[in-house]
Structures are given as structure tokens and as C-alpha cells.
């Protein structure tokens, strides 16, 4: 697996920074374009974000590139093989096209994947026909909308300028940042996996069945409270996050939900509040930062502590819910 894991990461960043190069050789010239193709797949697939795109102006990021087939295809493609992660990889290189075949965790992943990015798409398309975004060519429309579905995903790049996307985008922006890719790749968030237990286990709930269920496969109990228990964790530090850092800098909340999910979900993604924040708001999205790297599940392992074997259980009594 790690030799697997070690050439895939080669030879997929090594592809990118081919095609990059090929844009940005003839812009900055043969070594520099080289040299970016090279630093920018690699940030791409490691679902990193960062650009050295200032010089066409601060903060600028890949605004410059919203029009750019290649630019606006090859990045996303990047993030989502990166953050697919490599047992996803592993299934799809051994079983072919035979999809019966994978492992559960790949069939979530790559089902839950499909749909964030198509949904995401068509939320992006109705938001780039608004008024504020009337300078978009049809083109520049379909590609900034497949690019801002992909980019939340905890890799921080953007195509389009932040402070004008309306609040109902923002907050599915957010939503993405917090969603973030799945496990065992180089992406943050809580994972595509546990929103899938989540969802499975509401649809478990209403349909009365005794257990959680999907694709043919029970998913055991276990594995169903510790993702309840990451995502709760995940959401109560953004949101205690985001109050902190509004009361300490006087931001709209939106603002500074936006600026703590990014954080959490490691993605970089700003809509420009980030310098001028105080010490005590930098270092409150710092934590969330180390957080969101170091993950939900390594950190309840941590801290928790497991039940002696043989320990007497408390009697049972049910409680009334909802």
C-alpha cells in the first residue's frame, strides 16, 4: 500500500505539473513555468491551496484563471483525486469498473463525492446568473461553478472573488469547508464517510429499521457513534469558534463562521477578514487549524477513555427524543 500510495502521488502530481506547465510556461516564461506547474499540482492534490499567484495581485489566487479550460479542470481534478483518498484508489485499480465488488468505505466515498460536486455545481451555476456576476461568459460560468463545488473541499483555491458571492452561498461554502474530503486522503474536514453514517443513520431512524444500513452492508454501531461524535465535536468548535472571533472583532457572524470553517476544515478560504483579525481571533483559528489537521477521531482516542473489560453496565432506561 505505501508503494502504492508513493507512485500514485508521483505519477498523478507529475501529470498535473505537465499540464500546468503548458499554461503557465508561455506566461512566465520556461523555468518559472515549470516551476509553478510543479508547486501548484502539488498543492492541488495534497488539497493544500496554497498559490504563488500574488503577482497578479494581492490575495488574487486563481481569479486571473476563471475563464482557463485548463486551469479550472486540472486544479479540481487534482483535489478530487487527492482527496478521494488512496483505499479508494487501491479498490478502483484492483476491481476495475466492477463497482459490486469495492469495499463499502469506496462506495460512500465515491458516491458521497459524485453528489457534493454535482450539487454543488448547480447551487454555483444559479449563483453565478445573479446580477453581481453579469460580467461571466457562458463558459467562465460553467467552469467557476465546477470549480467552487470542488475547491471547498479543504483545498483554498478560488477562481472567483469571495466578498461578492451572496450569503446563501457562503453558507454552502461553508458547509463544503466543514464536509471536506475523505479518509485516508490528504484532505481536512470531518469527512464525506462520516456525513454518509449521518445520513444513513436518519434514514435508518425513519424507516424504523434496527440497524444502519447502505449498500447491502450493515454498519456497526460503533462506527455509527464515533461518526455522530466527530460531527458534533466538528460542529460545536466551529460554531463556539465563530461566536469568539465575532464578539472579538466586531464581524458579522457569517464572516466569521466562514473564516473558523475554513479553518477547521484546513482550507485557506477567506473572504478577506483574515489580516486584520486580532491575536485573540488568530489564535483561536489557529487551534481550529491544528484541530481540523489532526483530526476528530485521533483526538476522542486521545483523550478518551475506554471501559474496563468486564465492567459492570448501568441498567437501561429510555428517554423521550424530539
Known amino acids: 500500500m505505501t508503494e502504492f500510495i508513493l507512485r500514485t502521488a508521483f505519477l498523478v502530481e507529475g501529470l498535473g505539473a505537465v499540464l500546468l506547465a503548458l499554461r503557465f510556461c508561455p506566461q512566465f516564461g520556461l523555468a518559472k513555468g515549470i516551476w509553478y506547474g510543479i508547486f501548484h499540482s502539488v498543492s492541488a492534490f495534497c488539497n493544500a491551496g496554497f498559490d504563488l499567484m500574488g503577482i497578479n495581485g494581492q490575495f488574487s489566487s486563481l481569479t486571473a484563471y476563471r475563464g482557463d479550460a485548463?486551469?479550472?479542470v486540472v486544479i479540481p481534478l487534482l483535489i478530487i483525486i487527492g482527496g478521494i483518498g488512496f483505499v479508494t484508489w487501491h479498490?478502483?485499480?484492483?476491481?476495475?469498473?466492477?463497482?459490486?465488488?469495492?469495499?463499502?468505505?469506496?462506495?460512500?466515498?465515491?458516491?458521497?463525492?459524485?453528489?457534493?460536486?454535482?450539487?454543488?455545481?448547480l447551487f454555483f451555476w444559479f449563483e453565478f446568473g445573479q446580477p453581481q456576476w453579469s460580467d461571466m461568459t457562458g463558459k467562465e460560468r460553467i467552469l467557476a461553478s465546477f470549480f467552487q463545488s470542488v475547491t471547498p473541499r479543504t483545498a483554498g483555491f478560488n477562481t472567483v472573488d469571495q466578498t461578492l458571492l451572496s450569503e446563501s452561498a457562503l453558507l454552502v461554502m461553508?458547509?463544503?469547508?466543514?464536509?471536506?474530503?475523505?479518509?485516508?486522503?490528504?484532505?481536512?474536514?470531518?469527512?464525506?464517510?462520516?456525513?454518509?453514517?449521518?445520513?444513513?443513520?436518519?434514514?435508518?431512524?425513519?424507516?424504523?429499521?434496527?440497524?444502519?444500513?447502505?449498500?447491502?452492508?450493515?454498519?456497526?454501531?460503533?462506527?455509527?457513534?464515533?461518526?455522530?461524535?466527530?460531527?458534533?465535536?466538528?460542529?460545536?468548535?466551529?460554531?463556539?469558534?465563530g461566536i469568539a472571533v465575532s464578539c472579538a472583532d466586531q464581524l458579522p457572524l457569517l464572516s466569521a463562521l466562514y473564516e473558523t470553517a475554513s479553518a477547521i476544515g484546513t482550507v485557506g478560504l477567506t473572504v478577506g477578514v483574515t489580516p486584520g483579525l486580532s491575536s485573540v481571533s488568530k489564535i483561536i483559528l489557529i487551534a481550529l487549524m491544528y484541530f481540523g489537521r489532526v483530526g476528530g477521531l485521533t483526538l476522542l482516542y486521545s483523550v478518551g477513555r475506554r471501559k474496563a473489560e468486564g465492567a459492570a453496565e448501568m441498567p437501561e432506561e429510555r428517554i423521550a427524543i424530539g
Open 174 to 241: 461553508i458547509l463544503l469547508m466543514l464536509i471536506g474530503g475523505s479518509p485516508g486522503s490528504t484532505a481536512g474536514g470531518f469527512k464525506t464517510t462520516t456525513l454518509a453514517a449521518m445520513v444513513l443513520g436518519v434514514r435508518s431512524a425513519f424507516r424504523k429499521w434496527p440497524q444502519v444500513k447502505g449498500f447491502g452492508r450493515r454498519i456497526p454501531h460503533d462506527v455509527f457513534v464515533n461518526a455522530a461524535a466527530i460531527f458534533t465535536l466538528y460542529l460545536g468548535l466551529f460554531l463556539a469558534g
Open 70 to 72: 485548463l486551469v479550472s
Open 91 to 121: 479498490d478502483m485499480r484492483h476491481q476495475g469498473i466492477h463497482l459490486r465488488r469495492y469495499r463499502l468505505q469506496s462506495k460512500i466515498v465515491l458516491a458521497t463525492t459524485v453528489l457534493l460536486v454535482a450539487g454543488g455545481f
